[in-house]
Nanobody, 124 residues
Framework: QVQLVESGGGLVQAGGSLRLSCAAS????????MGWFRQAPGKEREFVAA????????LYADFVKGRATISRDNAKNTVYLQMNSLKPEDTAVYYC?????????????????WGQGTQVTVSS
């Protein structure tokens, strides 16, 4: 059983940056593809970014390309999402998720475990 705990969310002004972290416990995630998703009030959950087990492959949603970087440190059992040039429309709860597949996956249905989320609020 893997537990994921996100941190690093908060209130930031438009144009600012945040680095989200996702710490895993219970077992190693070093063989798992990992991803970040978000859900804004009244909207469906959407894919943000994903990374393969080795970090060699990454995927990004079009709305964050060029503004976000997903990375991982398997020794620390942790995944990160660096977000720059934040916009008010980036306001959402951000969730970390893991899949039993070793690849980067964009579909939420392929993920097997989820964190509780961390709130990101971007003010204009």
């Amino acid at each position: 059983q893997v537990q994921l705990v996100e941190s690093g969310g908060g209130l930031v002004q438009a144009g600012g940056s945040l680095r989200l972290s996702c710490a895993a416990s219970g077992r190693t995630i070093s063989t798992s593809g990992m991803g970040w998703f978000r859900q804004a009030p009244g909207k469906e959950r959407e894919f943000v970014a994903a990374i393969s087990w080795s970090g060699g492959t990454t995927l990004y949603a079009d709305f964050v390309k060029g503004r976000a970087t997903i990375s991982r440190d398997n020794a620390k059992n942790t995944v990160y999402l660096q977000m720059n040039s934040l916009k008010p429309e980036d306001t959402a709860v951000y969730y970390c998720a893991g899949t039993l597949l070793p690849v980067a996956v964009g579909s939420g249905s392929r993920y097997n475990y989820w964190g509780q989320g961390t709130q990101v609020t971007v003010s204009s």
